[in-house]
């Protein structure tokens, strides 16, 4: 069975390792947001591809979600002294080797989708990671005291200067790529990872192209709720729905991606089990909801999860549904 995930980087990364071990034996491709990606001090950053990159490497800070464990930041201190890059964004001695080879390979001419590949080979992955783009589409951030880029935001400011609207740059000019696309048209399924709503599956969805190929894909497509217990998994990521006007709440999270059927991306929702009384009213918008024990701790039931969603989307394909 080929699975198409469409994941952000570290509720996507938690997600992908339960996947990975829930089916061990399909093929497995993640079409991950690049909107947080950056050049910063000369290399180019991607933070979803890279925290995916590493938790399925198993090399990955597991705590944190983000970076190489073991990490040390030697580097950092000098490009700091020096007056290089943000202070407050740590590039760590392993990661820089990633985002300088990375940035080697770009120069060379390669596309990210290629540079991607190049870095998954080192690790035995088990699972396909592809950029939803080969375009450079940072997410920037309006705020009363100017634009920002996303990491600025997110990491300086912890998402606390309120955000008044989310901007992709350059979205107008890019395109999904070839190979993104071709997963999510040949997936047998596709899941939406419990990933940021907003700006990681709200960006991936907004690069044109990829809505058409979700519309037409044959696979069912179940999301699975970044929200438990009225609350955002990663609290911070609140902020970002406050900013569109969706309240954190999963069937409201499931509303606002609407139902395939009439426009928008969903034939299924997985929500927790804390959050079951909202759900009836997804059914009546035509998304056939379930609710099941959620919580994707690190180390927790991930694959229970995953294979939770996948038995839903089954339950979503049969005629007898
Ligand atoms: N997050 C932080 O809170 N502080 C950092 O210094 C930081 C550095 C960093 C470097 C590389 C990378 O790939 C990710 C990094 N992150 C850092 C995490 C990341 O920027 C955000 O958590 C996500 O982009 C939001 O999902």
Request: hydrophobic share 50%; charged share 20%.
């Amino acid at each position: 069975m080929r699975i198409t995930v469409l994941a952000g980087g570290v509720g996507g990364a938690r997600f992908a390792l339960g996947l990975r071990e829930a089916a061990p034996d399909d093929q497995i491709s993640i079409v991950a947001n690049v909107g947080d990606d950056m050049w910063l001090a000369g290399v180019k950053v991607c933070p979803d591809l890279d925290s995916l990159l590493y938790a399925l490497a198993g090399v990955g800070d597991t705590e944190r979600g983000w970076g190489r464990a073991g990490e040390s930041e030697r580097v950092s201190a000098e490009l700091t002294a020096y007056g290089v890059g943000w202070p407050w964004f740590t590039l760590g001695d392993l990661d820089l080797g990633t985002h300088l080879a990375r940035a080697a390979m770009l120069r060379d001419g390669a596309t990210l989708t290629e540079a991607t590949a190049r870095l998954s080979a080192r690790w035995p992955l088990g699972v396909t990671l592809l950029p939803v783009t080969d375009d450079e589409v940072p997410t920037h951030v309006v705020t009363d005291e100017g634009t920002m880029h996303f990491e600025e935001w997110w990491v300086r400011t912890r998402a606390q200067l309120p955000a008044r609207r989310f901007v992709q740059h350059g979205v107008e000019r890019s395109r999904v790529s070839a190979q993104a696309r071709a997963a999510i048209a040949q997936a047998d399924v596709i899941l939406l990872a419990p990933s940021n709503p907003v700006v990681s599956i709200g960006t991936i969805v907004g690069i044109p192209g990829v809505r058409d190929a979700l519309e037409t894909a044959a696979a069912p497509i179940v999301g699975v709720s970044p929200i438990i217990g009225g609350r955002v998994v990663r609290g911070m990521a609140a902020t970002c729905l406050a900013t569109i006007g969706v309240e954190a709440d999963a069937a409201a999270v499931a509303a606002h991606y609407g139902a395939r059927s009439r426009g928008g991306l969903l034939d299924g929702w997985l929500a927790a089990e804390e959050d079951a009384a909202g759900l009836p009213r997804l059914r009546e918008l035509g998304i056939r909801a379930e609710a099941r024990p959620l919580l994707l701790t690190p180390g927790g039931p991930a694959a229970q999860v995953a294979a939770d969603a996948l038995a839903l989307a089954a339950r979503v394909s049969s005629p007898a549904g």
